[in-house]
């Protein structure tokens, strides 16, 4: 969840760290710090709140860090002890010359430091991450500095990655990774680690991602990877095939923004990606592994959170009724507890766009120990999830900034679709003709998606400012749309920190209709189809009593436009395929709210991008 980054080379180390950790403030934003090694002393800086609180306070003590070119940073999300300055990383121990970063949960930090109070060891903040530093205190100076950090972090239980200066060893940093990502970068004369490639980027395109239970040496002259076992390891590192633009807003004015208006090259991009131009006699699906396996599978079980979820909820209803296989769909933190019985021929797929997702890998882990099959999506496939499972579908969505899914979200969709075609083609549950009727309606979808956003930004803006000081909304849908009705309520919660749930339509009448009256909008999906005349009437319900509609329905339908106070049209597709479209237009809705809301729309407050402890 927090981002921790470090140097050693010839430039400048505060200037580099804190590049670094603008990148990775996506991963936390509670507190920021740095430690450096200058002169023989260890100097550490660190300050509540945003990124910018702590260049705030560099720039008011400039001489602190100047000439260091070694250093750690984080930037934090808080899980033990409040975001104050003195629970911020980096941490030291009682001597003030060796300090830590933690990115991770270490479960058994109370016993720790229990015992090293009765050793007489004093603490100085509520968090986790201080023991470590207390501990790696014990074993020096009877050892080297890696040689401290592996026996130190022996005893540690959890899911971590950590990295240590001292000022008593100057010329080296260390690190060490048990299941939270930790990348090396290599420069010209100069080394980096990181929790995430964006803060690498601009300076190395060599990395070398750590393996669960290794550490890192690094030094002015090289790296050394180690096992916890103390055996040094040979690996190589690879090239990243990275755009440095990706980072930047390019003229919009936040991420999000930026990266919903990416969505039509992403959907492009994941359509050209798997669908090629098949032989007569072969799919027309190419997911790039052999799809053999799934022709047997007889039961689908989705593990997810938050957003993920949601499109996995998408997932089952094409899974089921394209593929015709029993599908269900589990919050991952709880299958990991309360799994399902055992099926066989199971297969379990995880939806993690980070592929880092705690939550989500325990979930695939405790799959694999029953003996399912098992496939992740993600949009890292260089990420942990592709250590745990055999079988990985990229989303080709590129880097996503803003906290709140997005694009990521689109691309979720359209791998949902392009695998329960593949498994409809393996189990010859679609004649052909339908087959290739559904692929030519996806090959639609960007330029559609292209009219959404064209025609209905301005709108949608001008909308946005009714709805500033609203407290509460109803989202409404139904069938495949009932998903799409939770993700445009849980967008506006995310960065609007406005109230807001999504329904079946047709259970609004069991309970949350005694909610409604003229302070309540109900944003209702009808789009023609199946359900379309029994989501138009439960509207019609919502309206009767004084709740004010706004429709996500096709343009210039009468019936919606007499029905909704307000619509937000989309292009008239088929309801199998109107996901992809409907949910744009509730994806501007909450980013305008919260824009006019005055809000951090890219970084919401008590959330993180990446979501790596339990």
Known sequence: MCGIVGYIGTRSADEILLEGLRKLEYRGYDSAGVATVWEGNLHCTRAKGKLQNLLDKLSQDPITHRGATVGIGHTRWATH???????????????????????????????????????????????????????????LPEHTLLEAVRLAVAQLQGGFAIAVISADHPDELVAARQQNPLVVGFGEGEFFFASDTPALVAYTRSILPLGNGELVRLTYTGVEVYNF??????????????????????????????????????????????LPNAKPGQSPIDLRFDTDFLKDIQNIQIVACGTSWHAALVGKYLLEQLAGVPTMVHYASEFRYAPPPVIPNTLTIGVTQSGETADTLAALQKAKQRGDSLLGITNRPESLLAELVPYVIDMKAGVEIGVAATKTFLAQL??????????????????????????????????????????????????????????????????????????GALKLKEISYIHAEGYPAGEMKHGPIALLDQHVPVVTIAMPGLVYEKVLSNAQEAKARDARLIGVAPLNDPLATEIFDALLPVPNVDELLSPIVSVIPLQLLAYHIAAHRGLDVDQPRNLAKSVTVE
């Open 81 to 139: 002890g409040k975001p104050e300055e003195h629970n911020a990383h980096p941490h030291t121990d009682a001597s003030g010359r060796l300090a830590v970063v933690l990115n991770g949960i270490i479960e058994n930090y109370h016993l720790l430091r229990e015992e090293l109070k009765q050793r007489g060891h004093v603490f100085r903040s509520e968090t986790d991450a201080e023991v470590i530093p207390h501990l790696i205190s014990e074993f």
């Open 414 to 487: 359209i791998v949902f679709y392009l695998l329960a075609l593949e498994i409809s083609y393996l189990r010859q549950t679609l004649s052909p003709e339908a087959l290739e009727e559904i692929i030519t309606g996806l090959r639609q979808l960007p330029a559609q998606i292209e009219t959404v956003l064209e025609s209905q930004e301005r709108y949608v803006e001008q909308l946005a400012h009714q709805f500033v000081d609203t407290r509460d909304f109803i989202y409404l849908g139904r069938g495949i749309n009932y998903p799409i009705a939770l993700e």
């Open 229 to 274: 076992e103390g055996v040094r390891l040979r690996k190589q590192p690879r090239t990243l095939n990275w755009n440095p633009m990706l980072l930047e807003k390019q003229g919009f004015k936040h991420f999000m923004l930026k990266e919903i208006h990416e969505q039509p090259g992403v959907v492009r991009a994941c359509l050209e990606a798997y």
